[in-house]
């Protein structure tokens, strides 16, 4: 086949255009379509009609010799001509030229009696409907006009019936190809139906439009054909019947169960099988959705324990529900891929083998869902998962032999600087009861529902206290968490679209520009989810001050969202919109969060306090020094992120030197490995960023030096972030940390 300049396909001769009317409709529709004018569909009907003339014409003198033999005409003599049955003979070559002699110039005038009906009729129509209907309306009354003289009525019927109801529907009759056994089986259907309307005209007549159709449009003969040669011939994902007839409408006996067989053995041909059928082949939509499952099962199968395998598995269409896994089998999955994922990217051993412990049950919940799904495409998974299973229990193994020889002392549980898990760091999670019991009254009694800041500096546990938000409330809440920072440049539209992605793992249909009339659209579908959902629904938008630097590129419209917002949140109480960053909204201008937002319910995050502090250092059961765990705090404020970093590295030395007993040397050398080092993850922040970008550095360094910044502005936003405190008639920095870093590094 070549391609068009516009990239449809074109037949390459008019035989594979006739191919293509019998086996590719999907094909000769867009070819039909490409065509620009009557002109070139006058010629392509007119070719493809004059290679019909000789084939009508070779099977004309089959039928004639067929009867010839079977003497057919004296069987039934009112079936046929009296002049053919009177003057019938034992001599079958006599037959034969008396047969032509009567019958030869009605063929001739049928085969132009049905080249007036294709150009009168089926062309005009052609012209209208496109190629599809013109040229096989035409083909057909052509074809038939030519044999229909001199046969027996039911042949006559059972040919033209199965011809021109089947072609005409989707061009689903099979005249190509096969030729010779599909032109016997027309002839025997056809006479079969002629003996019984020798019994009843009309009912006859009647039963063989009827049955021919069925016959012929749905390719019953086929099916058995194409079902005993599969046990003569193995079809492949290349070769088999599929590939060749575009409208082949049952399932052909084994044939479904032999391509999955394959696709499970050769995923990617297997895919790439599946992409054509759902293309090419709508009546085959069932066994394409039966392939996608197998190449999925062979992905799993040949990737085992494989994070993008697992992530990368499509999902079924929720219109395909006979084959589509139900909610739950996907949310395991989903759950599933994120272990996984997580133990993988972890670097601490212990963190990694308690995912991976999560995962081998998860894993093992996620068979058992497999087990109860369709029986119609979970057949593979099941043989899939079973590998899985048994490498994940191999694996663990590996795990633990790993971790008893990383962490003979004790495990390192400490996550310095990263987001506290819920499922595995619930220990580390103390001193946030007061903002959860905060929250959940005012979300509870609230008429009309306020926005909820949260705020504090960074790598104090703003968004580990988002993740725990769950654990916090009861069922009545589905609290959804976005990350701002990890749609790199935030757009209103964007926002807009990766919330509702979270919420239903869906898209908006396109939003327009205006960003208010964006957040209309937005805001109808969100009422109309959350009215299905007796739950009340928490949208934590974590770094909000992404979507401020949107907003702030056309201050007007950002102005007139954030109206429209706050109008929102004031006139209902099912969506709760809390919002997570580091600056205050009274920093932000153009437009004035503060302005729109006066209700604002603020939930302060801040440093541990001391018995906070010391049940995080004592977590593992190492055995501190007396007083230091007390030295720990002083010198870190209970800052979360600072005193997770010295305690991960006190365990990581203890477990290298095999000692239980951690001296102050042991902690003074965690703090000069994890602390006063220029990349800290934490004091550098607050140096690179914080005090960048609001010109505070030259504040900070007479503080450091004992004077009090002559910019009131400058101190009072380092007073309000935390940053600093009263020491007697002056200030200073609130960690000593803080202050011995900075002291080494301030002059960056």
């Given amino acids: 086949m070549e391609e068009q300049e516009n990239g449809v396909l074109k037949p390459r001769n008019t035989w594979e255009l006739l191919r293509w009317v019998v086996y590719e409709p999907g094909l000769l529709m867009e070819y039909s379509n490409s065509l620009k004018n009557w002109k070139e569909r006058l010629q392509v009907f007119l070719q493809a009609y004059a290679w019909l003339v000789p084939a009508s014409l070779v099977f004309y003198f089959i039928v004639a010799l067929f009867l010839s033999i079977t003497d057919f005409p004296k069987m039934f003599p009112g079936e046929f001509i009296s002049s053919l049955a009177e003057g019938w003979t034992v001599d079958w070559s006599a037959n034969f030229q008396l047969y032509i002699k009567l019958t030869f110039f009605e063929y001739l005038g049928g085969l132009a009696f049905g080249l007036a009906i294709g150009l009168t009729g089926g062309l005009v129509i052609g012209l209208a409907a496109g190629l599809v209907v013109g040229l096989t309306a035409g083909l057909v009354a052509g074809l038939t006009g030519g044999l229909a003289v001199g046969l027996i009525v039911g042949l006559i019927v059972g040919l033209a019936g199965g011809l021109a109801v089947g072609l005409s529907r989707d061009l689903s009759f099979g005249l190509a190809g096969d030729i010779a056994i599909r032109l016997a089986l027309i002839l025997v259907i056809g006479l079969a139906i002629g003996l019984v309307r020798g019994l009843v005209l009309s009912l006859a007549t009647g039963l063989a439009f009827i049955v021919s159709w069925i016959i012929f449009y749905y390719r019953l003969p086929w099916l058995v054909f194409y079902a005993v040669k599969s046990f003569l011939q193995k079809y492949d994902l290349k070769k088999n019947p599929h590939s060749r007839d575009g409208v082949i409408a049952f399932p052909i006996f084994r044939m479904a169960a032999n391509l999955s067989k394959l696709t499970f053995e050769d995923p990617d041909t297997g895919r790439e099988f599946k992409d054509f059928l759902l293309k090419r082949r709508p009546f085959q939509r069932p066994l394409a959705l039966l392939l996608s499952h197998a190449a999925n099962a062979g992905d799993l199968n040949q990737n085992r324990l494989d994070v993008p395998t697992l992530r990368h598995l499509p999902e079924i269409d929720k219109a395909d529900k006979k084959f589509r896994p139900t909610d739950s089998w996907y949310a395991q999955l989903a759950e599933l891929t994120q272990q996984l994922d997580d133990s993988q990217k972890s670097n601490n051993i212990w963190q990694r083998k308690k995912y991976f412990e999560q995962f081998n049950e998860t894993l093992n919940r996620f068979y058992e869902t497999t087990l109860r799904e369709s029986p119609r495409w979970n057949k593979y998974y099941i043989i899939a998962l079973e590998r899985w299973k048994k490498s994940a229990a191999d694996k663990l193994r590996d795990l633990e032999l790993e971790a008893q020889t990383q962490e003979p002392i004790c495990p390192n549980i400490y996550r310095g600087g990263e987001k506290l898990d819920p499922a595995l760091d619930k220990p580390l999670f103390l001193g946030r009861d007061d903002l959860r019991d905060t929250f959940k009254s005012r979300v509870l009694t609230a008429q009309q529902m306020p926005l909820f800041f949260i705020q504090g500096q960074r790598r104090t546990g703003k968004s580990s206290l988002l993740n725990f938000l769950p654990d916090f409330l009861d069922r009545g809440f589905r609290v959804v968490q976005i990350d701002l920072q990890t749609l790199g440049k935030v757009t209103v539209q964007g926002f807009f679209q ?15 520009e205006n960003w208010v009339e964006a957040w209309q659209v937005f805001k109808e579908k969100l009422e109309a989810e959350v009215a299905q959902d007796e739950r009340k629904l928490v949208l934590a938008i974590d770094e909000y001050e992404e979507l401020h630097r949107a907003l702030h590129e056309d201050p007007e419209q950002g102005a007139a969202l954030l109206a429209a917002v706050r109008s929102f949140s004031q006139s209902q109480n ?31 995050v801040d440093y541990l306090s001391r018995e906070d502090s010391k049940k995080l250092i004592g977590l593992v059961g190492l055995r501190y020094e007396a007083g230091l765990p007390d030295l720990m705090y002083e010198q870190t404020q209970g800052h979360p992120c600072l005193l997770q970093k010295l305690c991960q590295e006190i365990v990581a030395n203890a477990n290298k030197t095999l000692k239980n007993d951690i001296s102050r040397a042991d902690y003074d050398t965690a703090v000069q490995n994890a602390v006063l080092r220029r990349d800290n993850g934490v004091i550098d922040v607050f140096w690179g960023q914080f005090c960048k970008q609001r010109n505070l550095k030259d504040a900070v360094r007479q503080i450091l030096r004992g004077e009090t910044p002559a910019d009131k502005v400058q101190l009072l936003a380092l007073e309000d972030h935390g940053f600093i405190v009263r020491d007697g008639e002056g200030w200073r920095m609130r960690v000593p940390l803080f202050t011995a870093w900075l002291e080494r590094y301030e002059a960056l």
């Fill in 498 to 512: 990766a919330v509702y992605q979270a919420v239903w793992q869906t898209a908006l249909p396109e939003l327009p």
């Fill in 574 to 604: 099912r969506v709760v919109l809390l919002f997570a960053g580091a600056d205050f909204m009274s920093e932000l201008s153009a437009p004035n969060w503060n302005e729109y937002f006066v209700q604002t319910v603020t939930l302060d």
